[in-house]
């Protein structure tokens, strides 16, 4: 008579990586799933000041890590800021030959491939894309899945990097034999927290030492995020950064809040809320009100630097 050997599957994990790579910090944590709750097990910090000591400062973040937390989980998400990054949003506009039938996410994902497919981005590669929001009938919406409508336009968000930094990712990602589950910028997701509290034309800026990173919200949607190699160091220069990213809002529409979250701890933010505060937002684009500016306040344990890697948890946690 035979024997059954019985095999107990192993249970998923509930810990997950999140990475990190910041404008001039490289961040890896450890998060676990606790019900309802995430849970920060650990934090490896390095920091580096340009793209060649990014695979290495990704490693040594690791290091410091493993360090304090006993082994690794198998995936995780990682974010992306800087660098070569650059974005557009671009309209997928289309009728439905069925306008009584939900909209669903297939329909969508097929539409926003073909904007992708038929983009040309030149010597850059595409890590990122996704549907940022929607006109049904006139009407915008943040998410179109489930609604009907028969006239449709599709807010497509796409953010592409040099190949080489593309290559030195999946050099990476393979050094470090995690599966990455998703690859998003870091800012979008940041930028995504405010569509929730239905603000309309935001600027969102993230400052570090000497680079910033600066997002366009028009409407309550992501439209573009620009690097910049302009930071806190040089404060006096900031206003050129400002100048080039509120050229980048529609004509009629000028951001009524100016968002403020840190690269590191060696940002003062005070100091960058007075200088956007005392700027001529009048006298310089025919304002009618200066724009209101606010500190991003520290989540839980994380302070305004972490943010960005609180958020990407929640990602990877939904």
């Excluded at 974005?87 to 969508?108: Q, V, W």
């Excluded at 497919?117 to 890590?127: A, N, R, V």
């Excluded at 393979?174 to 690859?183: A, F, G, L, R």
């Amino acid at each position: 008579m035979p024997i059954l050997k019985i095999f107990k599957s192993k249970p998923k994990r509930k810990d997950f990586l999140v990475l990190e790579i910041g404008l001039e910090k490289i961040s890896a944590a450890i998060f676990e799933k606790e019900g309802p709750q995430i849970k920060l097990s650990g934090v490896g910090k390095k920091r580096y000041s340009s793209q060649e000591e990014v695979f290495d400062t990704v490693l040594e973040s690791l290091d410091s890590l493993a360090a304090i937390v006993p082994d690794f989980p198998t995936s995780g998400v990682l974010g992306i800021s800087g660098g070569s990054m650059q974005t557009i949003t671009t309209i997928a506009r289309y009728d439905r030959p069925h306008p009584s039938k939900p909209i669903s996410l297939d329909e969508t994902n097929d539409a926003l491939h073909q904007v992708v497919d038929g983009l040309d981005t030149g010597e850059k590669k595409i890590f990122f894309s996704t549907v940022a929001g929607a006109d049904i009938d006139g009407v915008r919406v943040t998410n179109p899945i489930g609604l009907k409508g028969k006239a449709i336009q599709l807010s497509c968000f796409v953010a592409f990097k040099d190949k080489i930094e593309m290559e030195q990712l999946d050099r990476l990602m393979n050094e470090i034999d995690i599966k990455i589950e998703k690859v998003v910028p870091t800012s979008f997701i940041v930028a995504k927290v405010l569509e929730q509290k239905n603000l309309r034309d935001v600027l969102v800026f993230r400052v570090g030492v000497n680079k910033s990173e600066l997002t366009v919200m028009i409407d309550g949607h992501v439209s573009e995020i620009l690097p910049v190699s302009l930071g806190s160091a040089e404060p006096q220069l900031l206003p050129v950064a400002w100048e080039v990213a509120v050229k980048k809002f529609d004509k009629g529409k000028l951001p009524d809040l100016v968002w403020l979250f840190a690269d590191s701890d060696q940002v003062d933010l005070e100091k960058i809320k007075e200088l956007l505060t005392s700027y001529p937002w009048k006298e310089t684009f025919n304002f009618q009100l200066d724009p209101r500016v606010e500190i991003a306040k520290g989540v839980q344990n994380f302070s305004t630097s972490d943010i960005g890697i609180h958020l990407l948890s929640q990602q990877e946690a939904g």
